[in-house]
């Protein structure tokens, strides 16, 4: 049963979501939908991409992740469909797969021109409904990727945010807030090792060690592994991006002892 | 596999639309259920009924669409069954069906009565629950429209937004506005052929031409045929509805050339 | 086909539904997952103790409901699977199951120690993703209760609103507040005969007589059955809780009649 995800700006309200599981359901009635995420913040291209680098390998192969975080729809941006060694990615071509790209750098792309497999009348604001969903309907009935249009060698893969590893520091930055409100940064568990780390500096605060959790320090900013492998700023019980004031963009330094 | 949609103002928090779930599952384990839209504003009838029009038509014939927006829950309204040529919807009597009845003239309309096919005891205060979600997975199962209870001839057919016609100008209203700010008139494509069109006044705006995409036009508001077939206006990255402060209802004149 | 119901308080920004998903599908391509409710307040545990309370009834035999409210997660708080009767509950022992054990006094408690039915690496911020997910796919696979961990006696049973019964009044508090503004209390129906009630008092309210539906009474908070049940106070078409200006633990007597 061909799994199919659909991760979106489009939120709850408007049917747009709904729209998309018609098309592909209308094609492939057995197809199984997983909803990833549809409240991304209009246009947000590079949460779009956090949440699924930080989802997709959960997902058994084969599955079909479709992405429609689109503010460029209906301009020249180009229509994707790029495969991993396990999986597919529907997504337009405006960077919203570049943690993708990092991490299989042998990924095929094809630029969605066949339009044979895409709804008649095409309309230049809702490419998810028109393009997408019935492409990776076509894809769950066993239509190959090349099949769905022409081999792309250049695309947007996008830049990834600043990571500097020094002699006895590692510099990153704030790439996402979660839910609850939780600072994740773009330094990875493998650069982190507890014992090593002298002291974690913010612009205006200093932490002295890793936490094991959410509730490990009463008071004041903690900094812990979170769970998507990534170093992240927290406090307990309480929002750290709206208490602490501190955004994407953010830089903070691990410093290592000698 | 029958699909079931459910269309309702219950949100995301209180376990209403499980509960919808989980009864449809208990009497048909094998129903396909997919959500539309769940935040629709509380008792909002005119915007489920839109975003229903948007979206029943992409789903394959004998889905049972089931829309619970439902302020007069217990009241004297009626629980209704409609069935079109291809598809089920499963509504209160509240004009929610606006729009399917006006592009399925020969909808047959079914008075929901026969409780056998209702949860008992019955509640005054959730008819999604105990009424349409039981309903529903019942006509899933085959049950026959009729034997759901007795034909009705007077119903809420609810008020179209005035739309007006005249020789060289056609006028509608704002009908609907997005997650993202855009404002959706009643004004549909087929009225509007891009090279006869004069230009678009609103309250406070003229706009002399239609646009391709949501980044066509750099600054300022432009108009669109929207993924729903009509008329909308639009600001590039921004929310029009919040810019522009129009709102349900505002006027749109279309001039067209002589 | 087993049913596994989702109830947590991550939203639908961040991937973290999808990724539970994904875990689950990957395990069990044939599990029916549905979304109980994924908007309860961070952390909220008597909120999504009651929504549970609200739901798990109207799904069929053999279900699991996951449910992830789970601010201790990575202490020393144990993760649970309890069986009752006829259902499974995978949860933190944070209290969030105390309605189902007051429902289902012979509840049968196992803490989850069996680690083969984890992921590994096993994180300290996402149990969910890490225990619950993996172990409710393994039940729905027909792993039985006793395999996954050992038998608890000892457990959080949680602390159930105060209800006090006297001679002629009953005293209940306000114990959820849905997205409507509804005032739910923790007044079961079976106490309240509509025609033995002399008068329902709020703090800076006394209302007469039960109504049946919300558009019962024009103006002024009226007092119903809810839907789950339970004696609530609404206003119509308005959120009663801003109004009223009433929340959780706002005290209800009800004076009967000699």
Not at 90 to 117: F, H, K, R, S
Not at 178 to 191: H, K, M, P
Not at 203 to 227: F, K, W
Request: net charge neutral; glycine share 8%; hydrophobic share 45%.
């Amino acid at each position: 049963m061909a799994i199919i995800t659909l991760l979106t700006d489009f939120g709850a309200r408007d049917g747009f979501v709904g729209v998309l599981k018609g098309v592909i359901l209308a094609l492939n009635p057995h197809a199984q939908i997983v909803d990833l995420a549809h409240e991304i913040s209009p246009g947000d291209i590079a949460a779009g991409a956090f949440v699924l680098a930080a989802s997709y390998a959960y997902f058994p192969p084969e599955t079909i992740h479709v992405v429609v975080i689109d503010p460029g729809v209906g301009t020249t941006r180009k229509p994707l469909c790029v495969r991993t060694k396990t999986q597919f990615f529907l997504a337009p071509d405006n960077g919203v797969l570049q943690w993708i790209y990092a991490a299989n750098p042998d990924a095929v792309v094809v630029e969605l021109t066949n339009a044979q497999y895409f709804l008649s009348p095409l309309s230049n604001t809702f490419h998810g409904r028109d393009i997408f969903a019935p492409v990776a309907a076509h894809l769950s009935l066993g239509t190959p990727q090349t099949g769905l249009g022409k081999p792309l060698l250049e695309f947007n893969r996008g830049v990834l945010p600043p990571l500097r590893q020094q002699k006895n520091m590692i510099s990153g930055v704030i790439i996402y807030i979660d839910r609850f409100g939780n600072l994740i940064s773009n330094i990875a568990s493998q650069y982190l090792q507890p014992k090593n780390i002298e002291k974690l500096v913010l612009p205006r605060h200093t932490i002295s060690r890793l936490s094991c959790s959410y509730q490990n320090v009463e008071n004041g900013p903690m900094a812990l592994i979170g769970s998507h492998g990534f170093l992240e700023i927290a406090l307990n019980g309480k929002k750290a991006n709206e208490v602490l004031e501190y955004g994407i963009g953010t830089e903070i330094d691990v410093c290592l002892k000698e």
